[in-house]
Structures are given as C-alpha cells and as structure tokens.
C-alpha cells in the first residue's frame, strides 16, 4: 500500500479529485473522497473545513464558478487529468484482477498520453489485440497496459508466449505502462513506461501451458523479467510536465 501525499497543498488535491467529476458538482461530491483527503493529511482533523476554504480559493481564482446553493461548475481548470478511477466500472466482474483491470483500463484511456508524440489521447484497441492495449492515434505508438495495487517487481505477467516473443526479436514489443493503484482510495499513485525495444528476446520467459482441462487448453503465458530496465515516470502524486516526460522519453528511444 501507498503513504499518499500530493505537492501542491489542500488546492491542489482538491482540483484533483474535481477533475474527476463531472462539469458541474456539488460540495457533497467533493467531501466524498474524505479518505483520499485524510491519506495526504492524516493529522487533519478538519477536512471538511479545509476542503470549503479550497473550493472558495479556486473560486476566487476563477478555476471554479459558484452556481449557489453548495452547486459548482469547472471553469478554467487547466487539465482533465485525475489520478483518480471508478471501482464500479468493474463491479459485474467476480475476480478483483479482471475488475480492477477494467477500471484501470478506462482510466488510462482518458488520463494517459503518449510519450513520444504531442498526443494527450490513447485510444483503445480491439480486445484481440496479441500484445497491446492501447495506441496514439497521431504517431501509432503502441502500449501495454499492466496494473498493480501496489509496487511492481521486476518481472510482469505477459501475454502469449510465442507473440510475444516473435515481437521481442523483431524489437517491435509495445512501451509498457506500470499502473500502481491504492484501492483503498481509488487512486492511480505512480505510472512508469518501460520502453519495449529495450526488452530483448531472453527476457520473455515461457510459463507452464494451461492444461486439458482448462476453458483454453494449450495457451502458454510468459512473465517478462524488466529488472535493471530503465523507465520514465509519467504519474506520481506530485505534478508531472508532460514536456519534460517526452524528453526523457527520447532520450531512452535513442539507446
């Protein structure tokens, strides 16, 4: 689990979880994520107050419009972004890991950005996709979407065995996005992006194929050892320059 604390102060956090709501909200929207308040202040004893100072502050500073009666609209907030995901979306799912995935999915697809172009949208692909998740849509770089609550190791659960491994000799394995999530409070902590040409063929290690008796016979997975790869970091609870990221980035594209 995760010691949360976002830079920035009680506004900061506070446009974070608004930026997660829909146009128009009220007070008690905001006050629902007192968990998530109390994680980054857990000496606060008075959040609610803090949390009123706040919406009056970005007010003041026309990021927010009053609309009376505790009713609010998002006004100049500068960015769409919110480390924050739904856990409903998941809620018909009867594994954690499959409705975690789901939310995790649909929060990528509307909060990350692509690395090596100017892009803010990935798109998802079809689900028959053999090795990525999601692309941009100006420069067709192509991602891996893997999901953790908690810290990643060095190995990741991959998918296909024998895709994967044809991709990695051919240097043609998508970037790998390291999603690190609290469930405790719905948050998206950290996200890292491992460049895939950096992933050569012997890291792609073939795991036991499923039995006969499995819904899908035969398939083989395979577990990807990524330790000692570097990586760029594109969320954390501090803000993120999404400039000074894709400068990173080309830095590592150029190895």
């Known amino acids: 689990m995760f010691a949360v604390r976002v830079a920035g102060g009680w506004r900061r956090i506070v446009e974070a979880v608004i930026a ?20 980054c202040y857990p000496e606060n004893r008075f959040i609610d107050a803090k949390v009123r100072q706040s919406l009056q502050i970005l007010r003041d500073q026309g990021r927010i419009v009053s609309l009376g009666n505790g009713v609010y609209s998002r006004g ?96 043609s394995l998508p970037t790998y996005l390291l999603v690190e999530y609290d469930p405790r409070i719905g948050i998206v902590v950290f996200t890292n992006a ?24 035969g398939w083989q997975g395979c577990t990807i050892d990524v330790g000692g790869l570097p990586s760029v970091r594109m969320v954390e609870p501090a803000d993120v320059d999404r400039a000074k990221v894709r400068q990173k980035w080309s830095a590592l594209a150029e190895r």
């Open 194 to 217: 491992i460049p895939g040409h950096l992933i050569a063929a012997e890291r792609i290690l073939p795991r036991k194929a499923l039995s006969a008796s499995a819904r899908r016979a």
């Open 76 to 171: 100049s907030l500068g960015t769409d972004f919110s480390p924050f995901y739904d856990p409903g979306l998941g809620a018909d799912y009867v594994s954690r890991s499959q409705a975690a995935r789901v939310s995790i999915e649909t929060w990528a697809e509307h909060n990350l950005y692509c690395c090596a172009c100017t892009s803010d949208d990935l798109r998802k692909l079809p689900n028959n996709e053999p090795v990525a998740d999601l692309a941009c849509g100006d420069c067709s770089m192509r991602y891996q979407l893997k999901s953790k609550n908690g810290r990643f190791g060095d190995r990741l659960t991959g998918a296909a065995y024998g895709p994967t491994l044809s991709a990695a000799r051919e240097g």
């Open 20 to 39: 997660g709501l829909p146009h128009t909200f009220t007070i008690r929207d905001v006050l629902r994520s007192r968990d998530y308040f109390a994680s």
